[in-house]
């Protein structure tokens, strides 16, 4: 929970604002939350819904989305479960557009509908965009061979000769159940294959049209075959850049509550944003030997692993735990800054007040002075900062603290198992040696 305040990340999300209840007046979504929010305060209201809204807010909450779209669906779902008292966009029960199939029908298809719910079918998504959604229906439809045409047509397939031949069979784009070119059993292995796709279980879906392209090659149906390759290579470029995601109450809840705790630990830490992404830093040795350094990224409170780094120490090889976090400190934001990525939001040792102090030194050595740095000890779970003579204790039972607590222990971790590692291979040296 954050108090009134302008100085939010300046990431995607969505933001809930509360009253002195605690009641949720209004949920809104941003790209740039601090820009969007800051709108709200400072300044005029020339709408009397708007600066009532200002005048009640007490509290504002916020949670970091992955991108704006992903913010617009948040934000529909918030407002669908809370109905905030300002909020009108959504008041007419619009929803975002599903790909429902029609089950219920002999020979379904897909349509179009605002609803995730209808008799007897199975309905995907939301979808962002109704332009884009039209274009996937049409996609699947077509690739998939599924009858694009009414329903009225199949009622009595007998009778649809007059009305000649399908222009979507002639075009290789449809099966033709109105004119009974397809049995129901064979039409319902293609309507499966759809479903495959818009459950997101494309590995399945693959490995289906590669045994029906080998079995038409044994057929010597080369022309199917290769229309089927076709789809294939399609499908697999697609799945490089389509990602589906399932939004569940748990995760939301997650999400709010890691947000909460974040802003909570700005707050302790004086910080000037929200510490999202947050680096580790742990040393492991025995009496100086194989000695070696990890470093470990949190991302919004998760585990960010293609960020974790490791290193052998290189330059110190008598007991000295400061020089030994010197150098890690130095390898890894060098290495940073050289390569011109992100940096973290806030960095922190596992150890005391000289652990810290070096880091800190050799920051501004690397012109990073201003990189926030803290240090967590472990006996008594003291939090250590740069700018305070004193260490920062709070309770074990706050969530701060035990988020710094397990990214500390997972640094811990990742440094023990590769120490473990090396000395494993410096053994089985010294043994080759004699």
Not at 46 to 73: M, P
Not at 259 to 270: D, E, H, M
Request: hydrophobic share 35%.
């Amino acid at each position: 929970m954050q108090k009134l305040s302008i100085n939010l990340p300046h990431n995607p999300g969505v933001y809930l604002m509360r009253d002195y209840a605690n009641q949720i007046l209004y949920v809104g979504k941003a790209k740039d939350l601090q820009k969007r929010v800051s709108t709200y305060f400072g300044r005029h209201h020339d709408s009397q819904k708007t600066a009532a809204l200002v005048s009640n807010i007490r509290l504002v909450d916020y949670i970091i989305t992955e991108s704006e779209k992903n913010a617009l669906l948040l934000e529909n779902k918030l407002i669908k479960k809370f109905k905030p008292k300002y909020n009108i966009m959504w008041r007419d029960d619009k929803t975002y557009p599903f790909i429902c199939v029609t089950l219920n029908e002999d020979f379904p298809k897909l349509i179009i509908s605002r609803k995730g719910k209808m008799y007897k079918a199975r309905c995907y998504g939301p979808y962002h965009n109704l332009g884009n959604t039209a274009k996937l229906l049409k996609y699947l439809t077509f690739t998939f061979n599924l009858r694009p045409c009414k329903s009225v047509i199949l009622e009595n397939s007998a009778k649809n000769a007059k009305y000649g031949n399908c222009i979507y069979y002639q075009l290789k784009k449809c099966t033709a159940p109105c004119l009974n070119k397809i049995t129901k059993t064979d039409y319902m292995k293609n309507v499966r294959k759809a479903q495959l796709f818009l459950q997101g279980k494309y590995p399945q879906l693959i490995a289906v049209l590669k045994i029906e392209m080998a079995d038409l090659s044994k057929k010597m149906q080369y022309e199917k075959a290769a229309q089927l390759r076709d789809n294939i290579k399609t499908l697999e470029g697609m799945f490089d850049r389509i990602r589906f995601r399932e939004i569940k109450e748990p995760e939301l809840a997650q999400k709010m509550e890691t947000a909460r705790t974040l802003s909570n630990l700005k707050n302790y830490l004086f910080l000037k944003t929200v510490p999202v992404e947050i680096e580790c830093i742990d040393i492991s040795n025995i009496q100086g030997q194989q000695a070696v350094g990890s470093v470990v990224r949190f991302n919004n409170g998760l585990p960010d692993k293609s960020n974790y780094r490791r290193f052998k120490i290189k330059t110190v090889s008598a007991i000295d735990d400061y020089a030994m976090m010197r150098e890690v400190v130095q390898r890894r934001y060098s290495r940073l800054i050289k390569e011109n990525r992100k940096l973290p939001d806030l960095v922190m040792i596992d150890g005391g007040k000289g652990h810290l102090d070096t880091a800190k030194k050799t920051l501004t050595s690397l012109n990073l002075k201003t990189l926030p740095v803290i240090s967590l000890a472990k006996k008594d779970e003291l939090i250590f900062t740069t700018d305070k003579s004193e260490p920062l204790a709070l309770t074990k039972d706050n969530p701060a603290l035990q988020l710094l607590q397990h990214i500390r222990d997972e640094a811990h971790r990742f440094a023990i198992t590769y120490h473990r590692l090396v000395r494993k291979k410096a053994f089985k040296g010294s043994l080759a040696q004699k």
